[in-house]
């Protein structure tokens, strides 16, 4: 094992996971197996390519490239990822992932439950 | 939504996944459930836990209890995982979990992999 | 350099800093030194050291001993640090840092700005 | 506070500093000026400006352009950050900082502690 690896792993990011996300991801029917094909997409958009393919997805996971385009389809239909259309300046279009509505469905899930903890201490306030 | 969430979100520390993990795991023969099963455990140590009990991490996981025991069950069998026993310094003892072994596989991974794309290199040169 | 290294840098959290702060510290009154301070303190804190000693913070600082101490002395001043005191179940109290007021300094600050970047916005589309 | 800015702290990743650099940039003679600075340029180059300018930087610092722009000139000088020049497809060139230095340096002042820990305990076995 050589200089080569260590200065690899000191500079490239880690993914990094807000714990918010860590902890109700389940909640809002989200299984292991898209949670981590989400973290690849951040992964691949922290190294420069906003749009990976099945392709390059499925190679770091232990899903097929078939299976890795059904869960990306499955995501998409059920709103945790969004497949956006970017311009450039010089009129080119280019597409990327944004993982903007898995964020609100989230912030949305912890906005009820914490509405739902107060309503029911209310409760036990007036009982 | 109020400051207290956002509150939350600054000083929790997200988990992080340095990048030869996320690029390396499926080759070294492990699932996305067991890598976000052991995500969970970095995190549960984090937080101030160092053996979460299958219960525990069941309740942030689409898996029930007894999958989840299952899933720590085979890798520790499969020597990704390892149950260490400490004492402190008033004898009494306590159990946590280490993933060196699995930070071990990586490494040698790595390094097999660097050696025989040298040796094919080597070869395609005098060929 | 050996795995013995790689085996730390893979194993060991890195430090985070939530980008709202890298961008706003200096608005709220906080120079380098004290915000390579404070992550120090949360670097201590993640390795289960929740109240290193000035002694301890100044070894891995370009900061000596008594400098280090004003420097801690002059954040719970300005209210960005503060020292709890916490009991466990055996009636034992310890002390730890907490950078509580900080994230609440900071978020303050963002939401005044973001009012006043309303107000603003409102001024000029009646003028 | 509002979902907005919940929303910003979820989605952007934040800075992340290797604990090894942590622990011994001030031994390799960084500062703490120096350290925020050198976070400020990954910062940067994480939301995609890989040559940020002593403006745009010091516009998250409590430091004037100028104090900015002699900070990077002596990172350069002590060779811990390099100014790289690449060329897109196009032909058209761009510059950008690179931490590899910086890396590197940490690297070899971690290999000599090392080496001499163990000269020192080897010559203790001795005596």
Do not use: C
Not at 20 to 38: R, T
Not at 55 to 84: F, H, Q
């Amino acid at each position: 094992m050589n200089n080569k690896w260590m200065h690899q792993l000191m500079k490239s990011s880690p993914v990094t996971i807000p714990s918010l996300l860590m902890e109700h991801y389940a909640s809002i029917g989200i299984n292991e197996k898209e949670m981590m094909l989400l973290l690849h997409i951040r992964h691949f958009a922290q190294e420069g390519e906003p749009f990976p393919t099945p392709d390059g997805l499925s190679g770091r996971m232990s899903a097929n490239i078939s299976e890795t385009a059904n869960l990306l389809r499955d995501l998409v239909r059920k709103g945790m990822l969004e497949i956006r259309e970017n311009q450039d300046q010089h009129g080119r279009i280019s597409e990327s992932y944004s993982l903007d509505p898995l964020y609100e469905k989230l912030l949305t899930h912890v906005e009820n439950e914490q509405y739902e903890a107060k309503e029911q201490s209310g409760r036990e306030d007036e009982g």
